[in-house]
């Protein structure tokens, strides 16, 4: 797959799923957002969630390897600039099954580098009732066809 | 620190840093962004970046992890919406220092929700050679003072 396969259209559901698991919520946070309706359960049941919940960078993490096994060329990605209009529109909690859907909304060449183009992708995580748990649009590189 | 202690005013730079090791930057790419200049430093040293660079999402979290530590209050925190204009302007390396600059652009009490207000801070990372190397803008829920 090469820029020129990224085209806009219609949106696209993958079939791989994500069970988050509570083990690697506590540990994420830990690491890299150690608030404490991510890291202690017992606490959060009595705070703003009712209970623990993912990290909003965990959940994003997720999203980026379902984006990777499922959407994003293995051959022709350059990396991206950027993410716009990232949202956590409901809790990530244990137990959750997350899939990821996809819509091209832009793809562009380069007017500087001509061996690449740059794709605009509406992105977004449903989790097992089919709520939105996390969108964005993210930006991507990608090589041309050689 | 409550709602009412963030206010717009001047950047602020954070004193803690973070340094980049790489055997976290492949073990997070493992898991969350498996591509190959995250993950194989030969096969990298080949790619666009020229080297092993994290990945973003990884930037990210060492964002929120100086974040929460420096900045986010701990007793008024109510998790956050979202965060829009995500930007990686210059990758991020195996023994980078990277360092927190936060600037409040705005602070409004929620309409619906009384016991709290959102605040939206410009946040960056920047590297050892004061190069920004991550930049968004951050929306966050805080508690009003009880």
């Given at each position: 797959?090469?820029?020129e396969d990224y085209q806009p259209g219609a949106p696209v559901e993958h079939p791989a799923t994500i069970t988050v698991d509570q083990t690697a919520v506590i540990e994420?946070?830990?690491?890299?957002d150690p608030q404490y309706f991510h890291v202690d359960p017992e606490a959060a049941?009595?705070?703003?969630?009712q209970g623990l919940i993912a990290s909003g960078w965990h959940t994003a993490g997720?999203?980026?390897r379902l984006y990777a096994d499922q959407f994003l060329s293995k051959e022709a990605s350059l990396g991206g600039p950027g993410v716009d209009e990232l949202r956590w529109p409901a809790p990530v909690r244990p137990g959750d099954v997350l899939r990821l859907r996809t819509e091209v909304l832009e793809a562009?060449?380069?007017r500087s580098k001509p061996d690449r183009g740059l794709?605009?992708?509406r992105t977004e995580l449903l989790n097992q009732h089919d709520t939105i748990v996390f969108s964005c649009e993210v930006l991507n590189f990608l090589?041309?066809?050689p």
């Open positions: 797959m090469y820029f994420f946070a830990e690491e890299f049941a009595d705070g703003p969630f997720l999203m980026m562009r060449p380069s794709i605009r992708t090589a041309v066809r």
